[in-house]
């Protein structure tokens, strides 16, 4: 019997590089799967219905109040409970990238409204649930580059690190209701599209790692399927770095 057996998660980004990733390995422990994404992820639901999984396609803005309302409606409606939310779906891989007064005034608030305003509207929408069942896991996808200070996209740092004091301070507002907020931050995963913007940073980072290789989205996989378990039931509050051991703290 899997770790999740009986749990609903949502993935916002599902249809993702890694929102993928983290997808199959909620199905694989037991979870029903809500994948959410503004790209269409009929195609990953499918190949986890034909694998004889639990799993619903959702088309979500999160930065629009009315669609992250709907995508738990959704949720409810087909599974009835939402145990598990994973915050993963950026703005990220088209980011202007360059000296921070360059950035289009326009870009700076898409950022906000997607890396910032969304994962807080996804957590609104799905709190009565969990409030009721006395359980809920969220799990907020930040990013190494808030403690490596990466420069270059000073809009995309920001956002992401507002997120390490929204989940602190959400994880003391929540407690009383079973409910976890915790913090999971990968490293550079470059796909064809990152190793095209980020040109050098896969050998870069690299080099900078305790274990010498590059990241892949499996890699995060296990600390998100922890964080969401009765395994981590008394770990709140907390960001994991997740790189091996490109940054330590
Ligand atoms: N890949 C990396 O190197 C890396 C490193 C650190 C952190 N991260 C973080 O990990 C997460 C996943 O990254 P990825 O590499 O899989 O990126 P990705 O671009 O492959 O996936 C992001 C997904 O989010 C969806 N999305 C974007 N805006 C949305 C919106 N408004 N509403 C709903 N869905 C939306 C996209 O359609 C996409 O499917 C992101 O939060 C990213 O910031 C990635």
């Known amino acids: 019997m899997g770790k999740l ?4 998660a949502i993935v916002t980004g599902g249809a993702g590089v890694i929102g993928t990733a983290y997808c199959k390995g909620f199905a694989r422990e037991g979870a029903a799967v809500v994948v ?9 639901v499918d190949e986890l219905k034909a694998a004889g999984h639990r799993a619903m ?18 949720a409810l ?3 009835g409970r939402i ?7 950026a703005f990220f ?12 005034v326009e870009e700076w608030d898409r950022t906000m409204a997607v890396n910032v305003r969304g994962p807080w509207l996804c957590c609104r929408a799905v709190l009565p649930a969990m409030k009721n069942q006395g359980h809920g896991r969220i799990i907020n996808i930040s990013s190494n580059v808030v403690w490596k200070g990466v420069p270059g996209f000073l809009h995309y740092t920001t956002s992401k690190s507002a997120l390490v004091g929204f989940t602190r301070a959400m994880a003391r507002e929540v407690g009383e209701f079973g409910i976890t907020v915790n913090n999971v931050a990968p490293d550079f995963i470059p796909d064809e599209a990152l190793r095209a913007h ?5 050998d870069a980072v690299n080099a900078q790692r305790a274990i010498k290789r590059t990241s892949v989205p499996e890699d995060m996989v296990g600390t998100v399927l922890y964080l969401s378990s009765d395994d981590a039931s008394f770990v709140t509050g907390q960001a994991i770095l997740v790189n091996g051991g490109s940054f330590m703290y």
């Open 5 to 8: 057996e009986g749990r609903v």
């Open 36 to 44: 959410a994404d503004m790209a269409d992820p009929s195609d990953l």
């Open 57 to 74: 396609a959702v088309k979500v803005d999160i930065s629009d109040v009315t669609s992250t309302e709907a995508m738990a409606k959704a």
């Open 77 to 79: 409606d087909e599974f």
């Open 83 to 89: 145990d598990v939310l994973v915050n993963n779906a």
């Open 93 to 104: 891989k088209s980011v202007t990238r360059g000296p921070f007064e360059e950035i289009p």
């Open 198 to 202: 980020q040109p050098g940073n896969e």
